[in-house]
């Protein structure tokens, strides 16, 4: 039995006797409840044996809370295993892959599977070489893994789902992961269009904005084997799917595929592993190239998908840099839209031809950051130390970000000054200087601070749509036009990830922009001498992903390497360090203090968020090669598992191969 506890030394398997009453119902992957220390505990049955190692007489189960198996072999196998590979506890990985229970959901029957539909011709993977290949391998059942790197404007929710449709064909399972609800309502349409709308649905969605017992009567449904074909954010990724055929992942450099629940697993790298232990075949799928994909094809772990470069000329929009702020000072209308005169006559052009022009924002709101007048250092709240902006028209005053006080009195603590200006524009901003450049043309707005949300798709018509990264409507026909301003935001964060996260976000954006052939431009606002620029106008995701790996295996960087942070007072994370047995190759880095506090007004630390001073808290960073990667992770569980039995209060937060490091 795995025993539901948080307690590292206890993150083992238990035997229990299991009662006559109880011998016929208490299946494997089943819900009880046991008595522990006392206390009486929810778990997992796992496995049944005939007889047990312990010695001493083994405690009866007390109660079955269900007799549904929900949890399957194969899924506990991945949960011990994704345990393992970040330093985390199986009760802990248990909780995000099985949904809390719901009484009603176990009481319907089980839904018959929907025959088998034919396999889909999917001409359009024939484009690419390797592609037809790699679908070929998919029906007959062979794990073949491979990284697509997606043409320009290539309609991917359908190739994602022709690839699904391929191995239901061949009477095996699929799961694909997508980022976020937009991406998963754009598949799940594509899969109904492809398979048609029966008495039996072929698949099923899974996402945490769904009602729990909707949630657990659809995980249910997978389960039991009604549905072969799971689509979902990232939690989808531990669904029981039967027979798996083929795990994919859209876009795999977004950060939301990273949980935020300990052990922080990514949903790449579930699906890697799942992948390994079911024998399946796996897509990794974006327009752009995480690192993390460039290194399992270069370990030849999977093989490259990607257009010819004739064919990615001809689908490319035509792409220019224009990052010189002096071509401002040719056009009245560009300075008071901060656009050089060569995007404004780009934007011209394109609402003259009554095609709609996206422009792409990196920061959400209306003034997100302000600064001195004088010496540009950044304005802070005098209460919290959190940064000040303005939430909305030009004539509202300045307020805190974080506890909202409005910025009265405000005065520089470096020179004295006491007038703002604006450090960074945010969408809302960015509208309303549109608004005044182009009067008369309809502006839309789309993203979360947005007065309607995230758009979901825009006409045909000339149109502004201002839109921050990963909120771009789908056009109609594609835009004829975008700008990706404000490039310093992006290029210039102090983030290891940095470039990467750049180009998927450009890309992201240039590829809702129609072809050169058919007039489609994208004005990119920064140096043209940039390598993440420069692979951007070459349109070339492969070529910036093995820069930035040879560059980060230079350094000793991930994922060259395998890292861990360790977030703790000192002394608490200083008691982990001299714990550890570490690996010959590990290198310990640190202290240093968290990236996400502040100076507080007395001279204490100010957590993001909080309104008090709070206690230091320091980070330290093990490295270690990627060979010894299994060996690094041993060893913290084994240190969280002696300060665990030592009764230790302070908790040290570890997480391995974070996405965001700084």
Known sequence: ??????????????????????????????????????????????????????????????????VEPVLSPAVARLARTVADRYAGTLSDVLRLAVPPRRARPEQLPAGEPAPPTGRPAASQWRRYPHGGSYLDAVAEGRPARAVWTVRPGEDWPVRLAEAAVTATAAGRGALLVLPDARDVDRLDSALSDLTGTGSSPTHTVLTADLKPEERYRRFLAVRRGSVRVVIGTRAAAFAPVADLGLVAIWDDGDDLHAELRAPYPHAREVLVLRAHLENCAALIAGWSRSTEADVLIESGWAHEIAAERDEVRRAAPRIQASGDDVEQSRDPAARSARLPSLALRVVRE?????????????????????????????????????????????????????????????????????????????AGRTSEELGRAFPGVPIRNSGRTAAAGVLASVGKGPALVVATPGAEPIPEGGYGAALLLDSWALLGRADLRAGEETMRRWLGAASLVRSASEGGQVIVMADSGHPVVQALIRW????????????????????AVRLATLTATAQAAEQLLASLVLPASAEVLGPVPVVDEYPGPQGGIVAAGAEGPAETLVRYLIRASRADGAALAKALHAGQALRSAAKATEHVRVQLDPVDIG
């Open 350 to 426: 394109t609402l003259a031809a009554q095609a709609p022009v996206l422009v792409q924002v990196p920061r959400r709101g209306y003034v997100p950051s302000l600064a001195c007048d004088r010496c540009r250092t950044p304005a802070r709240c005098r209460h919290c130390a959190g940064p000040l902006g303005q939430a909305a028209a030009a004539s509202a005053a300045a307020s805190c970000r974080w506890c909202a006080r409005p910025a009265t009195a405000w005065a520089c603590p470096v020179c004295g000054a006491r007038r703002l200006r604006v450090a960074v524009s945010g």
């Open 1 to 66: 039995m795995c025993v539901d506890s948080p307690l590292t030394h206890l993150d083992r398997l238990f035997d229990y006797l299991i009662p006559d009453e109880f011998l016929e119902l208490a299946a494997v992957g089943c819900r009880v409840r046991v008595r522990f220390a006392g206390r009486l505990l929810d778990g997992y049955v796992i496995d049944r044996v005939a007889s047990s190692d312990h010695s001493g007489a083994l405690a009866p189960l007390v109660k079955l809370s269900s």
């Open 540 to 559: 070339d995701p492969a070529g910036l992903a093995a820069r930035e790996l040879a560059e980060r295996r230079e350094l000793g960087f991930p994922p």
